[in-house]
């Protein structure tokens, strides 16, 4: 079994869609949001330890820097 993800363009669309259900050729599920994972996943991984720790470093004094002036 696939699965695919349909926009409808037509309000006749979903009636034809629930007639197929009916005759048990398709299931339908409704608002299913597919969520993209967040950044923080995303990226896991991806730095060092040690770059991390030298990149929070850089960023803190950046800020610093602005806040000085």
Excluded: C, F
Aim: cysteine-free.
């Amino acid at each position: 079994m696939e699965t695919y993800v349909v926009e409808l363009t037509h309000d006749k669309a979903l009636q034809l869609l629930r007639d197929l259900e009916a005759l048990n050729v398709i299931r339908i599920h409704q608002n299913e949001e597919r969520t993209a994972p967040g950044l923080s996943s995303k990226y896991r991984g991806t730095l060092t330890k040690e770059e991390g720790k030298a990149l929070s470093k850089h960023i803190s004094q950046t800020r610093s820097e602005w806040t000085g002036i």
